[in-house]
């Protein structure tokens, strides 16, 4: 469900927030879904529960999930993508660090395109082996 590295140099609450997002984005959660309490997933994924909790409160600072008093956290039903422009300079930043990782492993522009798309596919669970099915 959730994918931790704790080799990762990323922390470990943002993790928690990138793999909720790409779990919605995938379909893997649907609004309105109730997340596990932050003590079940801490207990789950044997982390402090202070960890869960700050990625619950920055999924909820970004209005991708709402907390009901007694009730728990849920998927958002009304999130609604948003661009941030903080945000947008960190992507960008990410973005060109990949691009100049690429090119150093030799890939063309073109390779890193179809690199890109087949990752978008992926996110949005379409077969990349199908992209050109019908299309010849």
């Not at 927030?17 to 932050?38: A, Y």
């Not at 960890?51 to 991708?64: I, N, P, S």
């Not at 960008?92 to 596919?121: H, P, Q, S, T």
């Amino acid at each position: 469900m959730i994918d931790i590295d704790t080799t990762s140099s990323t922390p470990i609450y943002v993790q928690i927030v990138n793999s909720i997002k790409e779990g919605i984005l995938k379909g893997l959660f649907e609004p309105g879904e109730k997340l596990p309490s932050v003590r079940d997933m801490a207990k789950m994924m044997t982390l402090n529960p202070n960890t869960v909790q700050k990625a619950y409160k920055e999924l909820e600072r970004e209005k991708v999930v709402v907390t009901i008093q007694g009730r728990g956290t849920f998927i958002s039903e009304e999130y609604k993508p948003r661009k941030d422009e903080y945000k947008l300079n960190e992507v960008k930043e990410i973005f060109k660090k990949g691009i100049v990782e690429a090119f150093y492993m030799g890939f063309n522009k073109e390779e890193l395109i179809n690199l890109i798309r087949n990752l978008i596919d992926e996110m949005e669970g379409f077969d990349s082996n199908d992209r050109n099915k019908g299309f010849e």
